[in-house]
């Protein structure tokens, strides 16, 4: 597995000068030998021309948040990171690779989650490359390995978690959005280490019941809420029964036998618990007639 070595190049403005300095030389000398008609001299600054040419092609720029990998006849030398002009060998090949923050939304997938309900799942991958030697050796298109690995993980994540809990403490994909981008960062991340590539963030986008069932969930999610309201209800209206019950008993204001209690119980469960308003029927005899 190759590992990016750092490639210390020559300053680009040195190099200029002096690659300036020997053109004019060179060509003087050369200007000098063909006016004296010495073909030993021709020949000579002839070759120190051209070599001097060929240096030139040495010269190459890295811009911001950009890396050069330098090749030497298929082997690899090492990267450049400095910014700005530089100078290496002019027979070095020189691969660009960039370095900047990236980010992508994968598509929109269709999975079954952990409970085998189908459901359409999106994520957004925020990405940067930082081995140039891995991302541009180890895999063929580290780009299109990135998005690849970036869904194959997504898939994997979706069908280990359930799209709602449907029991306490349970994590799901709905609800514990926080666990389950960490635990899709972790998953991409190990998938791309290989390739050079460091994931800064990942994060769902999009999460949906699929068409086919959406309406039929739907429908199950307004079951819950209305079991959890009536539930709640029930209990708000349990307490304030019992709190009515203990003040009529402390303050001694009457005294109720267990049919009278159970009686009030009765219409005030009625009162608390109904969703519209009620009726009071005043009863002008007893209980007991």
């Known amino acids: 597995m190759l590992r990016e070595v750092e490639h ?38 002839g070759v120190l021309d051209l070599a001097v040419l060929i240096a030139w092609g040495g010269l190459f720029m890295v811009n911001p948040n950009q890396a050069k990998v330098l090749l ?26 960039s370095l900047r ?27 940067q490359v930082v081995d140039s030697a891995e991302a541009m050796f180890e895999v063929d298109s580290y780009e299109n390995y990135v998005h690849v690995q970036s869904e194959s993980a997504l898939r994997n994540l979706a069908s280990q978690y359930p799209y709602d809990a449907h029991q306490e403490g349970e994590k799901a994909l709905a609800s514990h959005t926080a666990e389950i981008a960490e635990r899709l960062q972790h998953e991409i991340q190990e998938r791309l280490a290989k390739a050079g590539v460091s994931v800064r963030e990942a994060r769902i986008s999009h999460l949906a019941y699929a068409p086919e069932i959406a309406g039929v969930m739907l429908r199950r999610q307004q079951a819950n809420a209305i079991i959890a309201a009536r539930q709640r ?22 005294r109720l036998d267990d049919e009278r209690k159970a009686t009030m119980v009765s219409n005030l469960l009625v009162v608390l618990c109904s969703e519209q308003a009620t009726q009071p029927v005043v009863n002008t005899g007893t209980l007991y007639r």
């Open 8 to 45: 210390k190049a020559v300053p680009g403005l040195s190099a200029l000068v002096i690659l300036i300095a020997a053109t004019l030389l060179g060509g003087y000398a050369l200007y000098n030998a063909v006016v004296a008609r010495s073909v030993l001299g021709m020949a000579g600054y």
């Open 233 to 254: 209800i029930v209990e708000g209206a349990v307490g304030m029964v019992e709190m009515a019950l203990d003040m009529l008993l402390k303050r001694d204001i009457v």
């Open 72 to 97: 030497l006849f298929g082997r690899y030398v090492g990267s450049v990171k400095t910014q700005g002009l530089n100078w290496a060998n002019p027979f070095f090949t020189k691969r660009a690779i």
């Open 101 to 127: 923050v990236r980010n992508f939304e994968t598509a929109k997938l269709k999975v079954n989650d952990r409970n085998s309900n189908p459901v359409e799942i999106a994520a957004i991958v925020v990405w």
